[in-house]
């Protein structure tokens, strides 16, 4: 078993945290309530004392008793959770043992087995199993189905639910299934902001204030299931966000393409300096049919891969960009390029929703800027007309209209995907440093 290693530094926890730590203790008037749900801002605390407290719960009711503990993906449940439950059994002394391979802990003479709810055929694996309890992080990214399956599955008398989440829609399925019916199905629903986390000076909770802006600030900030709706980048500003000159020189080049053949492509050159991106040109070709246009005429309007290819190297030129992302559809065109000695290509993240609030971080000018040039005027128009979709939000979903985003989607392959590589990159060299190689 494993003992020792980096421990958790604990410090006073806020009312709101010690009502979540003890709501299921014999002195509780919660203490025969099935579920609990902490809901909120980022960095309110809830995730630490939520994790505290499913891991005493579980330890002093059960022994020889099998539990789930589930994330939005693998990757998300080990730096969320099973990084600092790991911290926080080193320091109080309790062994475990983490079988890395099969994805489960052994904790004392529990179970705990681990799952990714990515999508809906997540909630196969868990067919079959009989669970005293399950900790659910981040469950509004969950599919409706796992949440289901994984709630079924807590059979054994006295099981209890641990869930936490940051709001979305006011119609999302969550909200409507679980949190609006918290009291006929015996759940405690705890509401909670950065105020209830006790270790945030004022300086940094206004630096997270600064990160959001639009609805991902009514939710991540206020804590609000308010709906995305009108214009996505609201915080754009003609006149701070298009320049006409351009730094010198750049750490990096990279390129963002959005390749298709009856819709528009689009490939933007970004520079990078220090932690702004740069728009330095784009190149557009609208191949789709336009008002009045023949199948003829549209037919003679679109462009062969091979001519995409020539004309992604003239718009290149002379610069050597580090990386190519392009939408990972494009699997043609990342052919002929390849064969053309581009092998720096790799296939973008395509996670909308991630992406779009990054590119609304950058706008908003928190830890790094975005900036485009003026010639870029595709790319400027998309960002006066990019819109939220009314019929995903009436389903309980974010998303947007997809029209007038082209030049937006090259934009956002490219700069969350280098985003990503960045800090993949600094989780290893602060693993490096911590001598915890990889660990998790």
Known sequence: MKKGGAKFQFKPFSLKQKKLLTWWTNKSPFQDYDMVIADGSIRSGKTISMIDSFLMWS?????????????????????????????????????????????????????????????????????GLTAAGAYADEVALFPQSFVDQMVGRCSVDGSKIFMNCNPAGPYHWFKLEYIDKAEEKKILRLHFTMDDNLTLSQKIKERFKRMFSGVFYKRFILGLWVMAAGIVYDMFDEEVHV??????????????????????????????????????????????????????????????????????????????????????SAAALIIELK??????????????????????????????????????????????????????????????????????????????????????????????RDGRGGWI
């Not at 789709?288 to 003679?300: D, F, I, L, P, Y």
Request: charged share 25%.
């Open 59 to 127: 330890l002093s009711a059960f022994q020889n008793q099998t539990f789930i503990i589930a994330g939005k993906s693998m990757g998300a449940l080990k730096r969320n959770v099973l990084q600092p439950m790991f911290q926080i059994l080193n320091a109080k002394g309790i062994p475990y043992f983490y079988h890395r391979s099969e994805h489960y802990i052994s904790i004392g003479s529990n179970v705990y087995y681990c799952f990714g709810a990515s999508n809906e055929v997540s909630q196969d694996v868990l067919q």
């Open 339 to 432: 064969k053309r000695g581009l092998t720096n290509i790799k296939g973008a993240s395509n996670d909308r929703i991630d992406g779009i609030q990054l590119v609304q971080q950058l706008l908003g000018g928190h830890e790094g800027r975005l900036f485009v040039h003026r010639s870029c005027v595709n790319l400027i128009r998309e960002f006066f007309s990019y819109l939220w979709d009314p019929k995903a939000q009436a389903r309980g979903e974010d998303d947007v209209i997809k029209e007038n985003d082209h030049a937006l989607d090259a934009l956002r392959y490219a700069l969350f995907t280098i985003w990503h590589l960045i800090r993949k990159a600094a989780a290893r060299e602060e693993r490096r």
């Open 243 to 328: 320049i006409d000159e351009l730094p010198e020189s750049f750490d990096r080049l990279i390129v963002g393409g959005d390749y298709g053949m009856n819709n528009p492509t689009a490939f933007l050159l970004i520079g990078q300096k220090g932690n702004d991106f740069y728009v330095i040109r784009e190149y557009y070709y609208g191949a789709g049919q336009k008002k009045g246009q023949s199948e003829e005429e549209v037919q003679a309007r679109q462009k062969t891969v091979a001519q995409y290819v020539d004309e992604f190297i003239r718009f290149l030129g002379s610069d050597k960009p580090q990386y190519i992302f392009l939408d990972p």
